[in-house]
C-alpha cells in the first residue's frame, strides 16, 4: 500500500476512530469521560448549515468532533477500547503522531517526505486495527472489503446508501470539469481491491472509470451528456476474488451534483 496525502490521512483516521466509538460507546457516546462540550458541537453543525446552502447537513454530532476530541474520549475510556488497540502506549504513540501534524497539515503547510511518511504509517496502522477490531464478528466485515471514505475534490465525503437529496453535495459543475475522488478501503483477507465510478439519474448509469489498489484516485470528466439536475456518482469497491458481498460488488458510496448547460445552449 502506496503512502497516502497528508489531508487524507488524518481525515481517514477520524472516520475510523468515529466509527470506532460509536460501535464502542454506542448513542451515550457524548455522556463519556473526555466528550467534547455538545453545545459546541451545535454551534460547528449550525455553522455547517448557514455555509452549506443547498447541502443536506449531518445530524451525527459525532461527525464534528476532530482528533483531540477523538484521542480524548478513546484515552479517557481506555478499558473500553482496550480489545481494538491493545497495547496503550504505543497506541498513545500513534495518536501523537497524527496530533503532531494535523495542525500544519490543516493549514497546508508542507511536510517533509520522512514526516509525511511517518504520517501514513501512523495512521495506517490505526486504521487497522479499528477495521480487525470490528471484522471480529461474524459479519460481512470479516469476509468482504468495506469501503472507509471516498473524498470528491471539493472536499465532500461520499455517504453510505444513495439518496440524491440527503447525499447532495450542493456544488454545481460546468462541462469540461474534472472531478477527483479519493477513495480508502480495507480488506480483511488482503486482497487487492477494484474501483468502479459510474454516473447516473433516475434508474441509468454509466461507468466513466475503473482503477485498481489502495489507495485510489478515479477522475470524472463532466460532459454534455451529463448536463442535468440531480446527477449522481456511485463508486463501489470489489475484490478480485469469485464471492462477494453483493452482486458483483462489496461495498459503495454516493455523491449528487447538478451539471450546467454550456453557455448559449
Known sequence: MSSIEPSLAVQTVEIALRE??????????????GAPDLERLREKQEEDRKRRDGAIINDDLLAYTELYSLTQIIEKNWESF?????????TKVFLGILADFRNPVAHSRQLLPFERELLSGAAGQLRNQVSLFLSRDDGPHRYYPSIESVTDSFGHLAGSSYD???????????VGDRVAYHCMATDPRGREIIWRLAIGSSTQQE????????????????????????????????????FHRREG????????????????E
Open 20 to 33: 470506532l466509538i460509536r460501535r464502542v460507546l454506542g448513542p451515550e457516546w457524548s455522556q463519556k469521560r
Open 164 to 174: 440524491a437529496d440527503r447525499f447532495h453535495t450542493g456544488t454545481r459543475l460546468n
Open 82 to 90: 482496550k480489545p481494538a488497540f491493545g497495547d496503550s502506549a504505543r
Open 249 to 264: 460488488f462489496d461495498d459503495d458510496r454516493f455523491f449528487t451534483y447538478n451539471v450546467n448547460p454550456p453557455l448559449g
Open 207 to 242: 461507468e466513466v472509470a475503473v482503477v485498481a489498489g489502495v489507495p485510489a484516485e478515479l477522475t470524472w470528466e463532466v460532459e454534455e451528456r451529463h448536463v442535468g439536475e440531480k446527477r449522481w456518482v456511485r463508486i463501489s469497491a470489489a475484490h478480485v476474488g469469485r
